[in-house]
């Protein structure tokens, strides 16, 4: 997912752009964001807070338990139909007439370009930058089990979800928990289903709109110049406005093309790079397995490592968070569990893909500092010194620059995809909450679209640190509220598993000719 360190969001740098009577309202600003933080302090530290003892977020360990409970539950599902999946978002097994408003691939587009992103960028960097390469085995590792939990997930998604007249359909976590629960005879289901819905909007207005138009702003900032962040807001709403009013299909189309062009634009470079230094892949792959178990001398060891990759899986690939289950509700299928093997390629792309390519360029580069008579990596403070003190996005643009000498162009332009492709994508999840909690309709779907753009705007004109904490906060509180529900509802999964492979062995589910 698109969260970051807060430290990288360009705060200064759109304060100087800012005209001087918005600057002299900047007091203003920083009173909001006193008093607002003051408010959401609690929680944002309770999501957040480490594990006794230690720098591991409890949040974190709650998904990589959930993803390795699902895993064994499920007898290892992303290994078994990783093949099925495949076929299946080829559209081998697809039925015209099924009911839906896209196919599995734009599904798994949509979704994808709500976890493909600055994650993958600067997340990685700030793993590998602090617990050394190791932590890409542990970042590999976490994203493999969040197969799992993102099949789990997807297929009460669609099982669960509302199909209306007109063919549009609304599915999701708040209504797999709320039906769910009231077919097994469970209490709560409605409660648990609207706090979801909550967490969602505010999830999707900040980390998922103002945080990436604000990280936008800073990107073409720093290759064209300071000027104002809300022109930037403005484009960016009147674009993203034009794509959401059209809803799912719009959006869907939009993504099963920016997506796959993003993904090669940004594979492509950093496969060319491991091609031009072919001589030092073996290299880093020594250094991030043994990195895995002796940290090779960055702070924390092994467990510093363990602790930044299974950290930045999580905040990258949103397995168990029940974002991705809204977008892939909408496929053109009868089968439930045929989207649920889809969705488990997610985390496979996300993280175990793109985030190790980003890994291994990072560690190829030299950009971190290797003391020579030890062999092991020199330390400033608590993270890997690097040649000109880079971290974050910084270092990813570093390391790639140091082969290609214009890639941080090339990276301004992912990052404006990659934000302009997330904040779609969490439109529709935040409009789906929107209409579960104040009902289906035109009206109050162009009412949460206004308000999503009005944010957009608001993001990449302001510094609204607490905000943007407050909504990351509300992003992984979907995913108490998600895995709590999963737990009880994952036997129902289970019997859906068993149901479609009998009849896929029996030969009773077909390949379709197109």
């Known amino acids: 997912m698109k969260i970051l360190n807060k430290a990288l969001l360009a705060a200064p740098a759109i304060a100087a752009a800012l005209p001087a009577h918005a600057q002299d309202a900047m007091s203003l600003d920083e009173r909001v964001n006193t008093i607002f933080a003051e408010f959401t302090g609690p929680f944002v530290n309770l999501i957040f807070a480490p594990l006794p003892g230690t720098s591991f977020p409890w949040i974190v360990l709650w998904l990589v338990v959930a993803a390795s409970v699902f895993t064994i539950y499920f007898s290892f599902v992303q290994l078994r139909y990783f093949s099925h999946a ?55 590792l976490a994203g493999l089990l969040g197969m799992a939990s993102k099949f789990t997930e997807c297929t009460l998604g669609v099982k669960y979800r509302n199909e209306y007249p ?13 039906k769910g629960f009231k077919e097994r005879g469970l209490p709560g289901g409605g409660a648990l289903a609207i706090l979801f819905s909550v967490f969602c909007i505010l999830g999707a207005l900040g980390g998922g709109n103002m945080f990436q138009a604000n990280q936008a702003h800073a990107q073409i900032a720093g290759i064209v110049g300071d000027y104002p962040g809300w022109i930037t807001g403005l484009v960016f709403a009147g674009v993203v406005f034009a794509v959401i009013v059209g809803g799912i299909k719009s959006i869907a189309n939009v993504t099963e093309k920016v997506v796959p062009f993003m993904g090669i634009l940004y594979v492509g ?42 950290k930045r899986a999580a905040f990258s690939n949103e397995a168990g968070v029940g974002s991705a289950a809204i977008a892939h509700s909408a496929v053109r299928t009868k089968e439930p569990i045929t989207e649920g093997f889809v969705s488990l390629l997610e985390p496979l792309i996300d993280t175990v893909v793109i985030c190790t390519m980003t890994a291994l360029v990072i560690t190829i580069s030299g950009q971190l500092l290797i003391d020579p008579d030890t062999g092991l990596y020199m330390l400033d403070g608590s993270a890997i010194a690097t040649v000109d003190g880079n971290s ?80 990351d906060a509300a992003i992984f509180a979907m995913a108490v509220v998600n895995i709590t529900a999963l737990y009880f509802l994952m036997s129902i999964v289970r019997e859906e598993l068993r149901s479609y492979s009998e009849r896929l062995r029996s030969g009773e589910i077909k390949k379709f000719a197109h």
């Open 392 to 471: 974050g996005v910084s270092l990813t643009s570093a390391a790639f620059g140091a082969s290609i000498s214009w890639f941080p162009y090339v990276l301004a332009i992912a990052v404006v995809l990659f934000a302009f492709s997330t904040m779609i994508s969490w439109s529709y999840y935040g409009l789906k909450s929107w209409t579960y909690l104040f009902g289906e309709g035109k009206t109050s779907e162009l009412i949460f679209k206004i308000i999503f753009c009005v944010f957009i705007v608001i993001g990449a004109a302001a510094s609204l640190g607490p905000v943007i904490d407050f909504s």
């Open 166 to 178: 007109d063919g549009t359909v609304s599915g999701g976590p708040m209504y797999y928990i709320s």
């Open 269 to 310: 470079a950093a496969l060319v790079i491991l091609l031009v230094n072919y001589d030092q892949i073996g290299w880093a792959f020594g250094q991030i397995f043994a990195g895995a178990f002796t940290g090779l001398g960055v702070a924390g060891g092994f467990v510093g490592a363990l602790i930044q990759g299974f």
């Open 86 to 140: 495949v076929s299946l978002v080829k559209g081998d097994y697809s039925d015209p007439d099924d009911a839906g408003e896209v196919s599995h691939f734009q599904a798994l587009a949509t979704a994808l370009s709500g976890t493909v992103g600055l994650g993958n960028i600067a997340g990685v960097a700030v793993a590998v930058g602090i617990g050394g390469p190791g932590a890409t085995f542990w970042m590999i």
